[in-house]
């Protein structure tokens, strides 16, 4: 099982940009699925972005066109590109891994401890 880090977050204007990245520690990280998620004061936590293990990428409405999610396996790092941010983008981001261990079917995850973004001028 991995743990995770998140990096990259801050205090970045409406209209700016801000690449968080997600560092990962364990073995066999390229099979993981990856995925950020956010929570705003007083909501529930949301999916912003994934990305599997082939590569695949999926997206909240609320984001496309706007955030891209990539990894690098050989730096064990999933990144989540942010532009044209939004007041409304503001939460702590995290960062989920999760796959299922072929050997006994087990579901493996974890997450990390949070970054935040705060949008404001």
């Known amino acids: 099982q991995v743990q995770l880090v998140e990096s990259g977050g801050g205090l970045v204007q409406p209209g700016g940009s801000l690449r968080l990245s997600c560092a990962a520690s364990?073995?066999?990280?390229?099979?993981?699925?990856v995925g950020w998620y956010c929570q705003a004061p007083g909501k529930q936590r949301g999916l912003v972005a994934t990305?599997?293990?082939?590569?695949?990428?999926n997206y909240a409405d609320s984001v496309k066109g706007r955030f891209t999610i990539s990894r690098d396996n050989a730096k064990n790092t999933v990144y989540l590109q942010m532009n044209s941010l939004k007041p409304e983008d503001t939460a702590v981001y995290f960062c989920?891994?999760?796959?299922?261990?072929?050997?006994?079917?087990?579901?493996?995850?974890?997450w990390g401890q949070g970054t935040l973004v705060t949008v404001s001028s």
């Open positions: 990305i599997t293990s082939g590569g695949s990428t």
């Open positions: 989920n891994a999760n796959r299922v261990r072929m050997a006994d079917g087990r579901y493996l995850e974890s």
């Open positions: 364990g073995s066999m990280f390229s099979f993981y699925n």
